[in-house]
């Protein structure tokens, strides 16, 4: 199920229009109101003020090429502004207790499969029969729960998901679009499978 590669491509990340969008609800929210305001909903506001603040910074100038940092809930969030310096984001993934095996590729390509044993069918398994089938496969798969992309730029590692000895494998396909910069493939290998390096190939027209 080679085409699961890419499961992430189709998923649309947000968008600055969306992101401009939610941080107007957010100061709406905040405007004095009369009525009683629950502490859960206190905390939802703080988390998502958090995020509004770091977008500016994810989309200006004079970025590094990513980011990594790890969240209180014990999930990691990567921020990828370039395609640059694989070696590097791998070692500050593991210094976040990630073992990652990270590849970057021109748009227009992929790594050539197979490179690893995948834990579950998004890597390697056969073909779906349908959408519906596609779509249960990824959703109920740990690949999937390991790795969300959560704006236009980041993704959000979950540890938990993530079994001694697996390692994260993570494909950026530059996509030549400045609101979708790049496309995602992540799976998990299993304990005990190395990754082979990358070979770049011809997407199939």
Not at 81 to 107: H, M, Y
Not at 177 to 189: E, F, K, T
């Amino acid at each position: 199920m080679d085409e699961l590669k890419a499961m992430w491509s189709t998923i649309p990340p947000a968008t600055p229009k969306d992101l401009a969008g939610a941080r107007q609800r957010l100061l709406d929210g905040m405007r004095p109101r009369r009525r009683l305001v629950t502490g859960p909903r206190l905390l939802v506001a703080a988390g998502v003020a958090a995020a509004l603040l770091i977008t500016p910074l994810v989309g200006g100038t004079g970025n590094p090429a990513y980011a990594v940092a790890e969240n209180p809930d014990g999930t990691v969030a990567v921020t990828v502004n370039e395609l640059r310096d694989p070696s590097g984001l791998e070692a500050k993934l593991g210094a976040a207790g990630i073992t990652a095996d990270v590849t970057f590729v021109a748009a227009g390509t992929h790594c050539a499969a197979p490179r690893f044993a995948g834990v579950d069918g998004t890597y390697g398994g056969p073909p779906a029969a349908g959408a519906d089938e596609l779509r249960s496969t990824v959703n109920e798969s740990r690949s999937s729960k390991a790795v969300r992309v959560t704006s236009v730029r980041t993704i959000r590692i979950s540890p938990r998901y993530i079994r001694p000895g697996e390692t994260l494998v993570v494909e950026f396909r530059e996509n030549h679009d400045a609101q979708v910069p790049w496309r995602l493939g992540a799976w998990l290998a299993q304990a005990g499978s190395s990754v082979k390096p990358c070979t770049p190939v011809e997407d199939p027209h």
